[in-house]
């Protein structure tokens, strides 16, 4: 029967059935903390699911070190039907790296936590009722992860926004091989702006240095005008409760926007704007726009087959993918580019601890979390 399902909703199907799995092997305490109300069309009952981190910082739901090995099994299986076998590898891969962080670090406490750095602070929650027609959706979270899914009428209709991240960027392997996990999605942008001719380079590249972080943040939505949130504000006004580690948190802050050195100028130039800043995709050549529809590969396949646009970027859609970029181009000097269009944006950075700090997310501009699909799904149920 499930061969001749629409794929997205057979992939909604498999997510029902592992969310309820998953939250039928939890306690009445863990399922209070791993169940939230369902998605709806109201920004006042809907914020908790809108809210989303990339920092160490409290996610939101249960966390890995709540469940016993089963649930936490569970859990996992919930979180691969969101995403391909290549973006599992890639979500597991970033949980790890909070280990070799901790090293790195010298193993010390921070951000008001026991551990650090801790690959047990990774969050799984649940929004409404798993299955039916009525909207549900899940979150799972922690340091440099971001996945949010809403499913619709047994479908599944949003997956953004999808934040991955790596510290370290780059990091030792035996025999003189090197871990990292966001390579192609750092060299492939770096090879399309080093592809450019110098009139065209002039066009995407919009500033020599790049900001210290990917521009929008973490918002729940983009407007125009948004400029780059310093670290401190992206763990939006939640103060840590001891002041030394609030401290500690503030001066890391300063130091990473005193290294970029942007002045009010430079944000102005970088700037999230309406109309894309940049250069068109019906400027690239042929190899440059296959360069391009790679890229963009790496962003849409992180998520199955079934809930990625890649097969709608023909040439027509190509066209209007704008490309930007700010920084260097050599490898290993800090970083940032852009990819925006129609229902688009992209954006990278690798800037921080000496460009080994990456950062990469995905977005809808106009319905990250699913928020059109949901006006017109409050509509349709009142104009019955």
């Not at 160490?56 to 391909?84: E, I, K």
């Not at 409404?128 to 047994?154: C, I, K």
């Not at 400029?227 to 001891?242: E, K, M, S, T």
């Not at 993918?321 to 260097?328: E, L, R």
């Amino acid at each position: 029967m499930l061969s001749h399902m629409d794929p997205r909703d057979q992939t909604a199907l498999e997510m029902a059935e592992a969310a309820r799995a998953w939250l039928g092997s939890l306690t009445p305490e863990q399922r209070s903390v791993a169940h939230d109300a369902a998605p709806a069309d109201d920004e006042r009952l809907d914020a908790e699911r809108r809210r989303w981190f990339y920092t160490p910082t409290d996610h939101g739901g249960l966390t890995v070190h709540q469940q016993r090995p089963a649930q936490q099994r569970a859990a996992m299986r919930l979180v691969a039907t969101g995403l391909s076998m290549a973006g599992y590898v890639t979500v597991v891969a970033t949980m790890g790296l909070d280990n070799v962080l901790d090293r790195a670090e010298g193993f010390v406490t921070r951000f008001d936590r026991e551990r650090g750095r801790d690959p047990g602070l990774f969050y799984l929650r649940v929004f409404g009722e798993p299955g039916g027609d009525a909207p549900w959706g899940w979150r799972f979270g922690g340091h440099h992860l971001s996945l949010n899914n809403l499913v619709v009428d047994g479908q599944l209709v949003a997956t953004t926004p999808c934040f991955m991240g790596a510290d370290p960027a780059s990091a030792p392997l035996l025999g003189g091989a090197v871990n990292r996990p966001l390579a192609r999605v750092e060299d492939l942008g770096r090879e399309l702006v080093r592809s450019l001719a110098p009139d065209l380079a002039g066009r995407a590249i919009l500033l020599g240095k790049a900001p210290s972080d990917f521009v929008t943040a973490n918002r729940t939505t983009v407007s125009e005008g948004d400029q780059v949130i310093p670290l401190a504000g992206i763990f939006r006004g939640a103060r840590l409760a001891d002041d030394s580690e609030q401290a500690k948190l503030q001066a890391m802050s300063d130091a990473i926007d005193e290294a970029a050195g942007y002045t009010p100028e430079d944000h102005r130039t970088v700037e999230y704007t309406t109309v894309p800043k940049g250069l068109p995709g019906r400027d690239l050549d042929r190899s440059q726009r296959e360069l391009l529809l790679v890229l963009l590969g790496t962003y849409f396949g992180r998520v199955p087959d079934s809930a990625s646009p890649l097969a709608d970027y023909d040439d027509a859609a190509l066209d209007d993918v704008h490309f930007a970029w700010a920084g260097p181009t050599a490898p290993g000097l800090p970083h940032y580019y852009r990819l925006q269009g129609p229902r688009l944006l992209i954006e990278w950075d690798n800037t921080q601890r000496g460009a080994n700090h990456a950062h990469s997310v995905w977005r809808d501009p106009e319905a990250d979390f699913g928020l059109d699909v949901l006006a017109r799904h409050r509509a349709t149920r009142h104009g019955r």
